[in-house]
């Protein structure tokens, strides 16, 4: 199996030589996807608008990958302030609405998070070959 890296238009991890996700046969694995805006280069300071854009940033990233949400199995999501938790699972139940068909899912509080990043989330997804 080769290893393919995925990149996306508008998304990056600034300076750092990390892609957006790895493929390995049929497994993606992201690294840190976040809210940033791919129009303005910029994270809002709206925690609902950062969880907005992290799953729409998530979701291009997938589709590059040759996935799609569908395909996620489990994600992480790192919060720095606890009531970041209803933005992202406002955004959850959108990306995900079907109770008997969502990822697993860990959400810690990471005080960490770089400058205004209130949310950040990691996937591993299996999307056919």
């Known amino acids: 199996m080769t290893r393919r890296s995925i990149e996306v238009e508008g998304f990056s991890h600034g300076a750092q030589p990390i892609p957006a996700a790895c493929r390995v046969g049929p497994l993606i694995m992201t690294g840190g996807v976040y809210g940033l805006d791919a129009t303005t280069g ?9 969880a907005r854009l992290m799953f729409a940033n998530l979701a291009r990233i997938l589709e590059v990958g040759g996935a799609g949400l569908g395909d996620v199995a489990r994600m992480t999501v790192y919060v720095k302030v606890p009531e970041a938790r209803a933005a992202v699972n406002a955004e959850w139940l959108k990306a995900f609405p079907d109770p008997a068909s969502r990822p697993a899912r860990h959400t810690q509080q990471n005080d960490h998070l770089p400058a205004n990043m209130l949310v950040q989330c990691d996937v591993t997804a299996w999307a056919a070959e």
């Not at 994270?43 to 950062?50: A, G, H, L, R």
Request: without cysteine; hydrophobic residues 20%.
């Open 42 to 50: 910029k994270i809002p300071d709206d925690v609902s608008e950062q």
